[in-house]
């Protein structure tokens, strides 16, 4: 059994059906308890009734991360249950726009830095003094999109790359009160929804999600794509005391379809 993450307190933000859930349930497994935030209250209960079933507690915080109010109420709600904060995960996503920045609507890429990054911000900022007195952790989901320049994913990119940055600058500015910044950036993540996503690909262009995953896994060296197991482990790794040296850095899981 996993024991990385015995009785550690983890904030989850952007519990959702894919990677959130799966976060959720590697952290309980590995032996921490749960804070559960996103805006939807349903989704978040069905979850935290994994969690419990796996042994662990779980608290749901419905928030919005964009609204100051809701995330010092996250804040607040957590220490209230257990007294103390070890790691924040910073998941929350939106839907990217996948047009030519020449065309992409301002106000898209506005919300998308306020949720991406200043979400995240927001967040790491609220949670410091607990964090300090944790000498705790921050993880913060990012992506493959910023090691490529790939077409209609620019506002992504856009967002995602300021979200390293501001990790980055994290790093430097909490280490001295011992919090240590990190990054995960998956590749395609092989779960529901990419699944999902593949199957109506599929048949819209009259092929087979075998084809399909061949296809966009060729461009990997292990010539599969990593599964939602495998990046929401890589997070308790960076959150855990196997990690304890380890800040400021951005560790990729994408079965090697980029080197960095």
């Known amino acids: 059994m996993n024991t990385l993450l015995t009785d550690k307190v983890i904030v989850v933000s952007g519990v959702g059906p894919g990677l959130g859930r799966t976060l959720a349930l590697r952290c309980a497994a590995a032996g921490a308890d749960l804070v559960l935030a996103?805006?939807?209250?349903?989704?978040?209960?069905?979850?935290a009734k994994e969690v419990t079933d796996l042994g662990r507690r779980a608290i749901c915080v419905p928030t919005d991360i964009t609204d100051e109010a809701s995330a010092e109420n996250l804040?607040?709600?957590?220490?209230?249950?257990?007294?103390?904060?070890?790691?924040?995960?910073?998941?929350?996503?939106?839907?990217?726009?996948?047009?030519?920045?020449?065309?992409?609507?301002?106000?898209?890429?506005?919300?998308?830095?306020?949720?991406?990054?200043?979400?995240?911000?927001?967040?790491?900022?609220?949670?410091?003094?607990?964090?300090?007195?944790?000498d705790g952790a921050v993880v913060n989901l990012n992506s493959m999109?910023?090691?490529?320049?790939?077409e209609r994913y620019g506002s992504y990119k856009l967002a995602k790359s300021a979200l390293l940055?501001?990790?980055?600058?994290?790093?430097?500015?909490?280490?001295?009160?011992?919090?240590?910044?990190?990054?995960?950036?998956?590749?395609?993540?092989?779960?529901?929804?990419?699944?999902?996503?593949?199957?109506?690909?599929?048949q819209k262009y009259g092929t087979t999600v075998e084809q399909i995953y061949d296809a966009t896994a060729a461009a990997s060296d292990l010539?599969?794509?990593?599964?939602?197991?495998?990046?929401?482990?890589?997070?308790?790794?960076l959150a855990?005391?196997?990690a304890s040296g380890i800040t400021g850095q951005c560790l990729d899981v994408n079965c090697g379809e980029y080197h960095h």
């Open 240 to 242: 855990s005391p196997m």
């Open 38 to 47: 996103a805006r939807t209250q349903a989704r978040l209960d069905e979850v």
């Open 145 to 150: 999109v910023i090691r490529h320049s790939q």
């Open 75 to 134: 804040v607040a709600e957590s220490l209230e249950a257990y007294g103390r904060v070890d790691v924040l995960v910073n998941n929350a996503f939106s839907v990217p726009s996948m047009k030519p920045l020449a065309r992409t609507d301002f106000q898209h890429i506005r919300d998308s830095v306020e949720l991406t990054v200043l979400g995240a911000l927001r967040l790491t900022q609220l949670f410091t003094p607990a964090l300090e007195e944790s």
């Open 223 to 237: 010539k599969r794509l990593p599964t939602t197991e495998e990046i929401a482990d890589a997070v308790i790794f």
């Open 165 to 202: 940055a501001v990790s980055q600058s994290l790093a430097t500015e909490l280490g001295p009160k011992g919090i240590r910044v990190n990054s995960v950036a998956p590749g395609y993540i092989w779960g529901e929804t990419l699944q999902g996503y593949f199957a109506h690909q599929a």
